[in-house]
């Protein structure tokens, strides 16, 4: 019984800790991998972080279906129709679908790399504090003038490749396609939605592509406690959308920036001192 309740607990914990941190430019997948190692749960492990990151993508899904279903319907016309091949929602489907192959077949190639090697909290520390830079110099010295309206193929590649770099945990993905969005000169608006709709087919395809590791006996979370924190992260994820929205139409992205730097400091002092093990 109590096995059961600290199971369930672990997870509401790591559901939380989903949600909150998934659309913030600040890395889920690094919070997930510092934070249960400070309170000595282990590493969950790349195959329960994939998956219950299914649940912020289906509060995305609900958030944003009448686009969602805008875009794929006049896309899905546009295949068929020429008149409908100029429109906006149409160029927005292809946008999506290139600038999501660079993580997908990078993901398949890395995919025990990624597992491995990527989920050293050295690395996860320096990549939270170089890609919190990076961040701030976009959101500084990167222009305003472009509207989502504006967005083209070339774009759309550039920014799936930052996003690509999301598969390395602490540079986050909304936060390398942020970057990217603002050093091209698009607003922080426009360059949050596109970054939204872009990680739907990343995160959503890379969860079902982990699926079959939850039972595998590497697996310290089975079923059970990854459901729990893959519906604990949509109820959480879904507020988080409507906030950051909310947040970015007037503000900079300093706050995510400092975090980052300290976050990612503080992971470098407790990995000296021992109380961390990478």
């Not at 320096?126 to 010295?141: H, M, N, S």
């Not at 975090?259 to 990995?271: H, I, K």
């Amino acid at each position: 019984m109590f096995r059961l309740v600290e199971d369930v607990l672990k997870a509401v914990v790591l559901g939380l800790i989903q949600g909150l941190t998934e659309f913030l430019p600040i890395s889920s997948s690094a919070h997930l991998r510092i934070y249960p190692e400070l309170f000595g749960w282990g590493d969950p492990g790349a195959a329960f972080t994939a998956v219950i990151q299914i649940g912020t993508e289906l509060a995305v899904l609900i958030y944003f279906r009448n686009d969602i279903w805008r875009i794929v319907s006049t896309w899905t016309r546009s295949l068929f129709r020429p008149e409908y091949r100029g429109h906006l929602d149409a160029r927005m489907g292809w946008y999506v679908i290139v600038g999501s192959l660079p993580i997908v077949v990078l993901g398949v190639l890395l995919k025990d790399v990624i597992e491995r090697d990527f989920r050293s909290l050295w690395l996860i520390a320096g990549t939270l504090v170089v890609f919190g830079v990076v961040l701030g110099v976009a959101d500084r010295v990167g222009s305003t003038e472009r509207q989502i309206k504006e967005m083209h193929l070339q774009h759309a590649v550039l920014m799936g490749l930052a996003q690509a770099c999301a598969l390395v945990p602490g540079v986050s993905r909304s936060g390398a396609t942020l970057s990217m969005g603002r050093f091209l000169g698009y607003d922080r608006e426009a360059a949050t939605r596109y970054a939204f709709l872009l990680a739907i087919p990343a995160v959503v395809g890379a969860g079902l592509f982990e699926l079959p590791e939850i039972s595998s006996g590497d697996n310290d979370y089975g079923w059970g406690p990854t459901i729990i924190a893959t519906v604990v992260s949509f109820v959480v994820g879904y507020a988080a959308i409507a906030w950051l929205l909310r947040y970015v139409s007037t503000r900079s992205y300093t706050p995510f920036v400092l975090y980052r730097v300290a976050l990612g400091a503080g992971t470098f002092v407790l990995l000296g001192l021992g109380v961390l093990s990478a």
